[in-house]
């Protein structure tokens, strides 16, 4: 099975940081990766599918890179409504398999 | 609206099974596939299976095989799955998710299902 791991597990930052989540698959996905942001006691929200398309009406700040083995989100510049845990999610033959997620926090 | 809405909040004994339903509308109910993604209380998501709402294929995640069965009702666009000889690590919120295609990626997600496990 393809493993998943996302660093950092926590991160703390301010309103306007530039924030970096990275995301590194156990073997290559090619692009079959996927953003997710989830608040507490709600469903997950997909933000990036294939590794850097942006998700209709996500807002801009929020951009994916990468491919094979390699991923990560960046949003450009934190905003409140971004406090959040964010997940990545690989795709590979109808199997599915999220990485541990990654608590942004207010600094 | 493009939504998936799932059944209420379960408790169950160990041992017992649990069938939570998620009901498609607002689109072509076949043209997708449904994964389920459960998520224990304070932890992260974990991705249970997937099964095409066109012809009715599944693939479960190894841990669960033997435990888990998904199903669909084309006509009633409901998907559902079942999960037998609960234990108490079972407990978390469950969701439905559409799963878009050829990208993986899960854009649509029911609103999630309580299921405890508790004697």
């Known amino acids: 099975d393809i493993q998943m791991t996302q660093s950092p597990s926590t991160l703390s930052a301010s309103v306007g940081d530039r924030v970096t989540i990275t995301c590194r698959a156990s073997?290559?996905?090619?692009?079959?990766l996927a953003w997710y942001q989830q608040k507490p006691g709600k469903a997950p929200k997909l933000l990036i599918y294939k590794a850097s398309s942006l998700e209709s009406g996500v807002p801009s700040r929020f951009s994916g890179s990468g491919s094979g083995t390699e991923f990560t989100l960046t949003i450009s510049s934190l905003q409140p409504d971004d406090f959040a845990t964010y997940y990545c999610q690989q795709y590979n033959s109808y199997t599915w398999t999220f990485g541990q997620g990654t608590k942004v926090e207010i600094k | 609206q493009v939504q998936l809405v799932q059944s209420g909040a379960e408790v169950k004994k160990p041992g017992a099974s649990v069938k939570v339903s998620c009901k498609a509308s607002?689109?072509?109910?076949?043209?997708?596939?449904i994964s389920w993604v459960r998520q224990a209380p304070g932890q992260g998501l974990e991705w249970m299976g997937w099964i095409s709402a066109y012809n009715g294929n599944t693939n479960y995640a190894q841990k669960l095989q033997g435990r888990v069965t998904m199903t669909t009702d084309t006509s009633t666009s409901t998907a559902y799955m079942e999960l037998r000889s609960l234990r108490s690590d079972d407990t978390a919120v469950y969701y439905c998710a559409r799963d878009r295609g050829i990208s993986g990626a899960f854009d649509i997600w029911g609103q999630g299902t309580m299921v405890t496990v508790s004697s």
């Open positions: 073997q290559s996905i090619s692009s079959w």
């Open positions: 607002g689109y072509t109910f076949t043209s997708y596939g």
